[in-house]
């Protein structure tokens, strides 16, 4: 089913920022349905949508407290706003946690349970996620395990947040032994995304999530596609109009494939598309040379090159998306990384069926297949050939 995009007034820039103005004007807030098994929910996408959060919270119902959890560093750059927005006592004390990669672990998890007991959360609370997307899964795995689950807020503050995690109704942690091994579907009530939040993020974080952006453009949306190529200077600049037509339109797209395929059976896998080679790329190097877009990032590179090998995909359209992953600027090196360290983790990845690799390729801009295997000489072909090609592109 498509999502619907909405729109629902919303109240201005003007009024959020002055509270005590009498005459409030309104302007228009996308709104984007996404079913799931459990309920459907909204996401409201503007910039200042942080606005609304209070009368947005207040229409779940009748709660017995709303609790937020966030992380000392957004706290540090956005708790003063939250504090006016959300005006109760909860919002004055939030359960803050460290939202490094490291410490999403079961452990955090616990943690929180304990400071939502000693609060005082029953099963009328509502918990508010307000961070990155290792907030939002923390959070989220804390209010689907807290009582047996209470309702859950997402308030994304990342790019990768906004348009990724906090849709989809994935939470969950990591063990030692790999990354978000222990979770649940836990589905929130509400999504409040405002591109505003994302003015105090760093730049590589930010470009780190237009990656994600780029995919959607490849997998679903050749206006999106389009547009990116258009307006990547302006978008790089986050300039509000132009965040705010990339924003919504990816959450759609999100929206789209995960009310078709929630639990990841079949469609949900062109999500995947780069994250193939991507996430391998991650695990060897321990998760500490790219962010995870970055690597993404290269893993569309290799995607689109096989295709094109595999004769899927036309030559100009294999350029197109290479350049525009190049546009998004430097990606770090793939130095000392050899496409034989690759194999194991590749055959291992969730994707691969009885140790065949199978990876997500376009076929055209706007157009992906899933689950297409690659001639092995083809895979290390390609990677042999990454930074050459990626040079040419552009990229530095
Ligand atoms: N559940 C899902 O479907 C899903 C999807 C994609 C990613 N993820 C998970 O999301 C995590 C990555 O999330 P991320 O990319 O959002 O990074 P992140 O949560 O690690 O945040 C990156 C950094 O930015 C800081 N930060 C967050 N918002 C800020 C703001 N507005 N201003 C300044 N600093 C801010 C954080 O404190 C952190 O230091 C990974 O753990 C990944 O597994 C989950
Ligand atoms: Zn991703």
Redesign the pocket.
């Known amino acids: 089913m498509r999502p619907r995009i909405r729109f629902a007034p919303a109240l201005s820039f003007a009024e959020s920022t002055r509270a005590n103005c009498a005459t409030f004007s309104f302007a228009i807030m996308p709104t984007i349905r996404v079913t799931s098994s459990a309920h459907p929910y909204n996401v409201y996408c503007a910039p200042n949508a942080l606005g609304r959060a209070a009368s947005l919270i207040t229409r779940l119902g009748d709660s017995t407290g709303t609790f937020i959890l966030s992380?000392p560093?957004?706290w540090r750059?956005?708790g003063k706003t939250l504090t006016s927005k959300i005006p109760n006592r909860a919002a004055r004390r939030p359960i803050l946690f460290e939202?490094?990669?490291s410490l999403?672990r079961l452990e955090t998890v616990e943690g929180i349970a304990r400071q939502l007991v000693t609060a005082g959360a029953d099963r009328g609370a509502v918990v508010v996620a307000v961070?990155?997307?290792?907030?939002?899964?923390v959070a989220?795995f804390a209010a689907a395990s807290y009582l047996r689950g209470v309702r859950l807020v997402h308030i994304?503050?990342?790019?990768?947040?906004q348009v990724?995690?906090?849709?989809?109704?994935?939470?969950?942690v990591?063990l030692p032994e790999g990354?978000?091994l222990v979770g649940a579907f836990y589905p929130p009530k509400l999504v409040i995304a405002d591109p505003v939040?994302?003015?105090?993020?760093?730049h590589r974080?930010f470009r780190?999530?237009l990656y994600?952006i780029v995919k959607y453009g490849v997998i679903a949306d050749e206006k999106l596609f389009d547009f990116l190529e258009r307006r990547m200077s302006a978008i790089l600049r986050r300039d509000p109009a132009a965040l705010t037509w990339i924003i919504p339109r990816s959450i759609a797209i999100k929206a789209r494939v995960v009310n078709e395929d929630e639990r990841e059976g079949g469609l949900r896998q062109i999500l995947n598309f780069g994250h193939t080679l991507g996430h391998a790329l991650e695990a060897a190097t321990g998760y500490r040379r790219f962010?995870?877009?970055e690597a993404i990032g290269w893993g569309m590179i290799a995607a689109t090159l096989m295709a094109l090998a595999v004769g899927r995909l036309s030559e100009s359209d294999a350029s197109r998306i290479i350049r525009l992953v190049a546009s998004v600027g430097p990606l770090p090196p793939l130095s000392n990384i050899g496409a034989s360290q690759l194999r194991p983790i590749l055959a291992g990845d969730k994707k691969a069926r009885a140790g065949r690799v199978l990876w997500v390729l376009p076929r055209r801009i706007g157009k992906t297949v899933w689950g297409e295997e690659v001639p092995w000489k083809v895979v290390t072909r390609t990677f042999a050939a990454l930074p050459a090609i990626a040079a040419e592109a552009g990229l530095r």
């Open positions: 992380s560093r957004v750059h956005w939202d490094s990669e999403k961070g990155g997307g290792v907030v939002g899964d989220g994304p503050t990342t790019l990768v947040a990724d995690s906090a849709i989809g109704g994935k939470t969950g990591n990354k978000n939040m994302l003015g105090t993020l760093p974080e780190s999530g994600e962010l995870h877009g």
